[in-house]
């Protein structure tokens, strides 16, 4: 029962430099998203993929890159990480789509820029 | 800019009580209605309402949608350690572009 699965757990990047974080689901959904969760801000949708080989800007897309690879796989690319993206990542994925069906969340990645 | 507002921000109890978790929203055009469950890491789904529904219930926790006063509410009852976590709401909404708007989440914290 691995469901959304995302690494890495944490991850400390200095201002500039670049990282992907990777997401993977096993339940056959369509739709995938980030969200990053910041205090006193609840979930803001970064990118979403509503299916293979599509990609939107959610919320907050500036400073981020996505890559839907296949139907499992959605990952989220800093290209010159900033102090401004110290959050915590999540990856979610929905069978119908987010308002049809309900969203499973992965584990979340904790990332600090210094 | 839609606008999901979640209240109060921070609820403490004790075991055994019932508590009220309110989620508001400014826009009326929604298709559904989410409420979540973080503990320590992903957030969990609870309970999903539509637009036509009114109420949900799950053991000693249920959802109501009153689309009068533009609100939902989640109580539970005779609450336990357990249940201490954030709860968020998020509103589905259909005006412009389709998209799922989270509340900032109330942290609830039962004492024993």
């Known amino acids: 029962n691995a469901g959304v699965t995302q690494t890495p757990k944490f991850q400390v990047l200095k201002t500039g430099q670049s990282m992907t974080l990777q997401c993977a689901q096993d339940m056959n959904h369509n739709s995938m998203y980030w969200y990053r969760q910041d205090p006193g801000m609840g979930l803001r949708l970064i990118y979403y993929?509503?299916?293979?080989?599509?990609?939107d800007k959610g919320e907050v897309p500036n400073g981020y890159n996505v890559s839907r690879l296949n139907k499992r796989e959605f990952s989220l690319r800093l290209e010159s990480a900033a102090p401004s993206q110290t959050s915590v990542y999540f990856c979610?994925?929905?069978?119908?789509?987010?308002?049809?069906?309900?969203?499973?969340f992965g584990n979340g990645t904790r990332l600090t820029v210094t | 800019e839609d606008k999901v507002v979640q209240s109060p921000l921070s609820l403490v109890v004790h075991e055994g009580d019932t508590v009220t978790l309110n989620c508001s929203y400014e826009?009326?055009?929604?298709?559904?209605l989410l409420w979540y469950k973080q503990e320590k890491k992903a957030p969990t789904f609870l309970f999903m309402l539509t637009s036509s529904g009114i109420e949900k219930k799950s053991g000693r926790l249920s959802s109501i949608l009153d689309k009068k006063e533009l609100s939902s509410i989640l109580n539970i009852t005779a609450t336990q350690t357990g249940d201490s976590a954030i709860y968020l709401c998020?509103?589905?909404?259909?005006?412009?572009?389709?998209?799922?708007?989270f509340g900032q989440g109330t942290r609830l914290t039962i004492n024993p």
């Open positions: 826009v009326t055009n929604f298709r559904s």
């Open positions: 993929s509503a299916s293979e080989g599509t990609t």
């Open positions: 979610a994925s929905s069978e119908l789509g987010a308002g049809r069906s309900p969203l499973h």
């Open positions: 998020a509103f589905y909404f259909i005006q412009g572009a389709q998209k799922l708007v």
